[in-house]
C-alpha cells in the first residue's frame, strides 16, 4: 500500500459519504456543506490523476462557486429550522438494505470482469499549456461561440431583473 492508494481510499471515501450524507440530511444547509465536500474531494481525485487543471477548476466552479450561491439562496429564503424527519423507520430500513445490494452487485460485476490491460500514457508536465493550444488553436470557433452564448444569457438575465423592477 503506498501513499497514493491511502490518498485515493480516503478522497474516495469522502466523495461517497458525502454525496450519502448529502441525500440522507434533512436540513438543506447540512446537505449543501455535504455536496460541498463531495466536490472538493473529487478534485482530489482529479489531482491523482495527473490533471490538476480540471481539479483546480472543480474547485473554483463547484466548490467556491456554486456552493455559496447555494448558501446565499438559501439564506435569502424563509426556512424552517426544524428537522423533518421522514417518520417511517421502515423506509431507512429498505433503502440501506436496497443500498447495501447495489453496492455488492457492482462490486461483485467490478471484481469479474475482464478488463483491457491499460494503455502507456505519457503524462505530460505542462498539462495546462497543452489545453490552452488546444483550445485556442482546435476549438477557437466553439469556445468563441460559448463565450457568445454566455454574454447573450448575461444580457438576458439583466433585462429580466430590470423588467421586474420596473413592475414593481
Given at each position: 500500500?503506498?501513499?497514493?492508494?491511502?490518498?485515493?481510499?480516503?478522497?474516495?471515501?469522502?466523495?461517497?459519504?458525502?454525496?450519502?450524507?448529502?441525500?440522507?440530511?434533512?436540513?438543506?444547509?447540512?446537505?449543501?456543506?455535504?455536496?460541498?465536500?463531495?466536490?472538493?474531494?473529487?478534485?482530489?481525485?482529479?489531482?491523482?490523476?495527473?490533471?490538476?487543471f480540471?481539479?483546480?477548476?472543480?474547485?473554483?466552479?463547484?466548490?467556491?462557486?456554486?456552493?455559496?450561491?447555494?448558501?446565499?439562496?438559501?439564506?435569502?429564503?424563509?426556512?424552517?429550522?426544524?428537522?423533518?424527519?421522514?417518520?417511517?423507520?421502515?423506509?431507512?430500513?429498505?433503502?440501506?438494505?436496497?443500498?447495501?445490494?447495489?453496492?455488492?452487485?457492482?462490486?461483485?460485476?467490478?471484481?469479474?470482469?475482464?478488463?483491457?490491460?491499460?494503455?502507456?500514457?505519457?503524462?505530460?508536465?505542462?498539462?495546462?499549456?497543452?489545453?490552452?493550444?488546444?483550445?485556442?488553436?482546435t476549438?477557437?470557433?466553439?469556445?468563441e461561440?460559448?463565450?457568445?452564448?454566455?454574454?447573450?444569457?448575461?444580457?438576458?438575465?439583466?433585462?429580466?431583473?430590470?423588467?421586474?423592477?420596473?413592475?414593481e
Amino acid at each position: 500500500m503506498n501513499g497514493e492508494f491511502l490518498a485515493f481510499f480516503i478522497l474516495s471515501l469522502m466523495t461517497i459519504g458525502g454525496a450519502v450524507f448529502m441525500i440522507s440530511f434533512t436540513r438543506v444547509v447540512h446537505m449543501v456543506i455535504s455536496l460541498g465536500i463531495t466536490f472538493i474531494s473529487i478534485a482530489g481525485l482529479f489531482v491523482l490523476l495527473g490533471a490538476e487543471f480540471v481539479g483546480v477548476a472543480q474547485i473554483l466552479v463547484y466548490s467556491g462557486a456554486i456552493s455559496i450561491l447555494m448558501l446565499f439562496g438559501i439564506m435569502l429564503t424563509k426556512h424552517d429550522a426544524s428537522d423533518e424527519g421522514t417518520g417511517h423507520v421502515w423506509k431507512n430500513w429498505f433503502s440501506l438494505i436496497f443500498v447495501v445490494v447495489l453496492f455488492g452487485l457492482m462490486f461483485w460485476g467490478i471484481q469479474s470482469t475482464a478488463w483491457p490491460p491499460a494503455a502507456e500514457t505519457v503524462a505530460s508536465e505542462h498539462n495546462v499549456k497543452e489545453i490552452g493550444l488546444t483550445v485556442f488553436t482546435t476549438y477557437v470557433i466553439p469556445f468563441e461561440l460559448i463565450s457568445v452564448l454566455l454574454l447573450v444569457a448575461l444580457v438576458g438575465a439583466i433585462i429580466m431583473a430590470k423588467k421586474e423592477e420596473d413592475s414593481e
